[in-house]
């Protein structure tokens, strides 16, 4: 087992405030599929200002426990706790963390936040335990957890390929979002499984990207499977160009000022969900990251 480093925050010290940004697909093509069963993609990933938000407090025992009132899976399940038990084993260190998540974006909807949380996790904790993995060494530990975790720990938008996995960042333009979730939940093994669903869009450039205007392959089959996706996409529609994010459910239009997107939310049904973000470049994890290895040993992360 390796040792808590002198330069590791101390047992007991409680380390808050980790973002989680959510992010948006601003496109989604599949481009085929892959002998091992996957599906080769294409996507644009834009990392928001608005997302969850995470504290860590160490234990010397070993243990990892989620606290906290939210509903929240089996550890077994819950990809914050394998998160931290995945970098324990690896690391081989004997520290354990109780964490408390809170959340703001929803489950399975689109915008990367269970993916963002394990991120997070895995990029606070490596600091933290001092387990000294380079980003490389976490991105190989986040594809095990999910296909969307490595963007969230490079932590910059970035143009993606593979399986998500094959990143290069992207400074994309300014831009504010407003992003609509509906009362509804899509299940992605079965849009993936829908005969009506794209899989053979043609391969795409950077450059093609910023010339056009493409979708997300995976909107006609959401709309098609769950009527709540379809209103809320002839609602938002009015206002902007309405695109689904991910597999969905939820969905986005662009702005270019805060002041148009907070307009295009005005009378957003009640039983639906409603955030304004503005588009990052960089995530405010690196900059959390930055701020804790700027602190003396010891003192509260």
Not at 2 to 14: D, I, N, Q, Y
Not at 29 to 48: A, C, K
Not at 223 to 238: S, Y
């Amino acid at each position: 087992m390796r040792p808590p480093s002198p330069a590791a925050a101390l047992p007991g010290v409680c380390s808050r405030g980790w973002p989680a940004p959510a992010k948006l697909n601003l496109f989604l093509h599949i481009t085929g599929r892959r002998p091992d069963g996957y599906h080769e993609l294409q996507t644009m990933f834009q990392l928001l200002d608005y997302g969850d938000e995470l504290d860590f407090t160490l234990r010397a025992d070993g243990c990892i426990r989620r606290l906290g009132s939210c509903n929240h899976a089996p550890p077994e399940q819950d990809l914050v706790v394998r998160a931290a038990r995945l970098l324990q084993q690896t690391a081989g260190t004997t520290l354990g963390v109780d964490i408390r998540l809170n959340k703001r974006l929803p489950a399975g909807g689109g915008l990367g936040g269970g993916s963002s949380d394990a991120a997070t996790t895995l990029v606070a904790l490596n600091a933290l335990w001092a387990c000294g993995l380079d980003e490389a060494a976490l991105q190989s530990l986040g594809l095990r957890l999910g296909a969307d975790v490595p963007v969230f720990i490079t932590g910059r938008s970035a143009w993606a390929e593979g399986v998500g996995e094959r990143l290069q960042p992207v400074d994309l333009p300014t831009a504010w979002y407003a992003v609509v979730c509906p009362d509804a939940h899509l299940s992605t093994a079965a849009l993936f499984q829908d005969p009506r669903l794209t899989r053979d869009c043609a391969r795409m450039t950077i450059s093609d990207f910023f010339a056009g205007d493409h979708g997300n392959v995976f909107e006609p089959v959401a709309r098609q499977h769950e009527p709540a996706v379809d209103e809320a996409f002839r609602w938002l529609g009015r206002h902007g160009r309405a695109r689904l994010t991910g597999s969905g459910a939820c969905l986005f239009a662009s702005f270019n000022s805060r002041e148009a997107a907070v307009a295009a939310l005005t009378g957003l049904p009640a039983r639906w969900h409603g955030f304004v973000a503005r588009g990052l470049n960089r995530s405010p994890l690196l900059d959390r990251l930055a701020r804790l290895r700027s602190r003396a040993p010891g003192r509260e992360a």
